[in-house]
């Protein structure tokens, strides 16, 4: 399957390598779409609007897919009064490893399938949403012996065992051949597959459930859960995966840079590899871009899915947490990011994409202006938190958790701040000594100022951070606040969990730098030095002919035929060869009359 990319002119010109089944074997069909299962549970849910959601590189047996779906639905016996309607949803606004619920509403539908690569994330739709993965073809025995290869030496040590879904159904396969071959340290994920089914779980998702209340700690490694015993850190792993080069592996090997050795097999090609060396320098890369989001001043926050149950929430913490270091952000809904796009909004500093992980980490080369994830700008913005890999995630659940904590924190100290400020008002003290003994001293009041200007690793230089927003947090619990708007900015009132109200008064990035960079303004006004002229007449009739127009065209019309009339009259003889254009020389030029 081809890899999501966010270059419409890639999308297009890309070629699909997946075969076709052929739609009148119907074995296949249900081998790789599972259709007799997808029935059976859509007849459960009592579901009468069905979307199937395709990748690219499966459309081409959609048809045959909802075909067979339906004739395997409408036959079963609980259904025979209901007509189901089945819908094939394809083109998705974002990317198709998401589920596109926004479609799915358009139809009214009540269950949806996915087919192919996809994120793992809970998806945003309330009705129940069942993932098919697609089956890659795999040697199970060549899979089995690179292990050996690489972890054959010591079989009781822990490795982390990942795949590419395309080989989610050679799982079990896998993992008895080498339980056979002695291992005892291997750490399987549990893949939840099925999402709002009343009255029902997934299987693995209760393994996990019931295995969280022994002494076992319960990871997530996107959307994959598996249970590491509570001492064990990353650290102390080895990683295993087995796929080609994707998003996925790339996320994985971001998230799990600390494991000991990251491996991976490629049954396409049959090839292992060690990934070490390619790990630093994504996280390089990511550092550098860290390092950028750290001196801007304008965020552009760009929706990057609609399907996730936590990117609504993520996004409004992540305004709350920009507006609360004094920057100034913008929400953008472009669809999927292309340099194109986001080259208009040239007042943005640094982008932050809010996507699922699949799709978070954006090759910007050709981009104009850096974009980092969600977990990247909570670091920028935090001056006290050090670039740790361990602690780097994509998924969008812990994220907001995270986004959260920092949002309580800085709104605490803004807090602090204001009412060490009016306590000095009204003593008379001196702005850096409080004559009451420095009750109120805590480890923050030691940062810098915001108004002294950081060390910027990016230009070598100090920076002065423009303050573009004013935080003015209220004392205690309150209901009601008076806030007054300047002309030229805007007032924004944030209530915490504590009841208390935070007043962020925020000027315009974009008028600001309309009024002191861009050289193209529109069109001039020139108020003042136009000409006032005299009241004239103005056209009349309609747009396909006005009545001054007609007569123009009724003069020309009348010379044309005059003209036309008068070369007729002519004598004709045949042009001698010293002739030009055809036309006798003693012939007169006869021009129209004006």
Not at 398 to 408: F, G, K, N, T
Request: net charge negative.
């Amino acid at each position: 399957m081809s890899v999501l990319t966010y270059h419409e002119r890639e999308t297009i010109e890309r070629t699909l390598d997946h075969d076709q089944l052929p739609h009148d074997q119907l074995q296949l069909l249900e081998h790789h779409y599972q259709l007799s299962q997808t029935a059976s549970l859509i007849v459960d849910a009592g579901a009468v609007n069905i979307a199937l959601q395709f990748p690219d590189s499966m459309l081409g047996d959609a048809t045959a897919v909802a075909q067979q779906l339906r004739t395997l639905v409408t036959a079963a016996p609980e259904s025979a009064p209901v007509r189901r309607n089945v819908y094939v949803l394809a083109d998705t606004t974002f990317g198709s490893c998401c589920v596109d619920a926004v479609a799915a509403e358009h139809a009214n539908a009540d269950f949806i399938v996915h087919y192919g690569r996809c994120c793992l994330s809970r998806p945003a739709a309330k009705c129940p949403v069942l993932f098919v993965f697609e089956h890659a073809s795999i040697d199970v025995d060549a899979a089995v012996a690179y292990f050996l290869e690489q972890f054959g030496a010591d079989r009781s040590q822990a490795v982390l065992m990942l795949y590419d879904l395309a080989y989610h159904h050679a799982a079990d396969a896998v993992a008895s051949r080498l339980a056979s071959a002695g291992f005892t340290g291997l750490i399987w994920p549990h893949i939840q597959t099925l999402y709002n089914m009343p009255g029902r779980t997934d299987p693995q998702d209760s393994v996990v459930e019931a295995a969280a209340d022994a002494a076992l700690t319960v990871r997530e490694a996107q959307g994959r859960k598996f249970l590491l015993p509570a001492s064990m850190q990353m650290s102390d792993l080895s990683l295993f995966y087995i796929g080609g080069e994707s998003l996925t592996l790339t996320n994985l090997m971001m998230t799990h840079s600390l494991c000991k050795v990251v491996a991976a097999y490629d049954p396409s090609t049959g090839a292992g590899r060690i990934e070490t060396g390619r790990v630093n320098k994504l996280l390089m890369r990511r550092y550098f871009m860290v390092q950028k989001a750290r001196d801007a001043d304008v965020v552009g926050i760009v929706v990057g899915t609609l399907g996730l149950a936590a990117y609504m929430p993520v996004i409004e913490n992540i305004k709350r947490l920009v507006l609360a270091n004094g920057k100034k952000p913008y929400l953008l809904a472009v669809g999927k990011p292309s340099p194109a796009k986001l080259g208009n909004f040239v007042e943005i500093d640094v982008f932050v994409l809010v996507a699922c992980p699949e799709n978070a980490l954006l090759d910007t080369r050709d981009f104009l202006k850096p974009i980092v994830t969600p977990y990247e700008l909570k670091v920028a913005l935090d001056r006290n938190m050090e670039w740790d890999v361990a602690k780097y995630e994509l998924d969008l659940v812990p994220v907001d958790r995270v986004l959260v904590a920092e949002i309580d924190r800085v709104m605490a100290r803004a807090a602090k701040k204001q009412a060490r400020r009016k306590r000095q008002d009204a003593t008379g003290a001196n702005h850096h000594h409080d004559s009451e003994g420095g009750d109120d001293s805590d480890p923050d009041d030691e940062e810098e100022s915001d108004d002294e200007p950081h060390f910027s690793l990016v230009t070598g230089t100090y920076k002065q951070r423009k303050q573009y927003v004013t935080v003015v947090a209220s004392d205690g619990p309150s209901t009601t606040t008076t806030t007054t708007t300047s002309p030229d900015g805007a007032t924004l009132v944030v209530r915490n969990q504590e009841t208390s109200l935070s007043q962020f008064v925020a000027t315009s990035a974009a008028a600001e730098f309309l009024n002191q960079k861009r050289t193209y303004r529109g069109l001039e006004t020139r108020l003042g030095e136009t000409t006032i002229a005299d009241v004239q007449d103005g056209r009349r009739g309609i747009a396909r002919g006005y009545s001054h127009r007609t007569a123009v065209l009724s003069t020309l019309m009348a010379r044309t035929l005059r003209t036309l009339l008068m070369l007729r009259m002519l004598p004709r003889r045949r042009p001698s060869p010293n002739d030009r254009m055809g036309l006798s020389v003693e012939t007169p030029l006869l021009l129209p009359a004006r």
